[in-house]
């Protein structure tokens, strides 16, 4: 053979090879891409979506100044995003962070919580649960005092004060308990009623809060009552001297 066909022919070959190869190449990528494709579709079609494995409970009750962790159980298929919400309001933006931690809880922090969680298939809303926070403020009245004629009816409001739950409330009066009688009457509020005043009634009168939650007890500042006989004994003087001028 001649020089020349030599050439040719070793070219002809090296190009048919370069061709042999493209061609093997794209058979290759193009079985990739299906096996890929195949992968998503099994991997879409084996997705979960997010579902709970248990609901928090509806209410719960907490101290004041207690630490609080808020936990979203939930499953799926990963990863999982989660955000917090307390009574409609956003507590935090979508993260992998699945618990909500309140270091030291106060009154504001009462209210309802929930959390939402997300993955690539879809979203869940958690079921509510409240949180009530156990606390006891202080009484919002200073020292007072009141007067009533003998033989008159004495009501004695309760001093206020923030609480909860709503607490125990007892009345005193000079250092000693009031208990009910046929005279002496405590309504649901906590109002004091006397309904017929004597002079023994006059006196130092307070009240004990008790919250039963926290185990915290608050004494009001003291409230007086003047009972004033005057009255009676002038309209008495009065009817003895009209008899007595008949």
């Known amino acids: 053979m001649y020089p020349a066909c030599r050439t040719h022919a070793a070219a002809f070959s090296r190009l048919w090879t ?10 290759l990528f193009g079985w990739i891409l299906l096996l890929f494709s195949a992968s998503q579709r099994t991997a879409a079609q084996d997705d979960v979506p997010p579902y709970f494995k248990t609901e928090p409970v509806r209410s719960q009750l907490h101290l004041e100044g207690n630490r609080l962790v808020l936990t979203c159980m939930a499953e799926g298929s990963w990863p999982l995003e989660f955000k917090w919400i307390h009574n409609e309001t956003e507590l935090t933006r979508f993260s992998l962070e699945y618990r ?3 270091p030291s809880l106060d009154r504001s922090h009462a209210g309802f919580y929930r959390c939402i969680v997300r993955n690539r298939v879809g979203a869940l809303l958690q079921r509510k649960t409240e949180v009530q926070v156990a606390f006891m403020g202080t009484f919002e009245e200073g020292e007072r005092s009141q007067a009533v004629s003998q033989g008159d009816g004495a009501v004695i409001p309760a001093p206020r004060i923030r609480s909860f739950p709503q607490p125990q409330v007892t009345w005193f009066r000079d250092g000693r308990k009031i208990p009910p009688s046929s005279r002496i009457a405590i309504t649901l509020d906590n109002t004091l009623v006397i309904l017929s005043t004597v002079a023994p009634d006059a006196g130092h009168y307070y009240v004990q809060a008790v919250n039963d ?34």
């Open 18 to 27: 370069m061709s042999a190869r493209r061609a093997r190449a794209k058979r």
């Open 213 to 246: 939650k926290n185990g915290e007890n608050k004494t009001s500042q003291p409230i007086t009552l003047f009972v004033d006989s005057e009255c009676q004994q002038s309209t008495h003087t009065q009817t003895h001297s009209h008899t007595h001028t008949q």
């Open 100 to 102: 909500y931690l309140i």
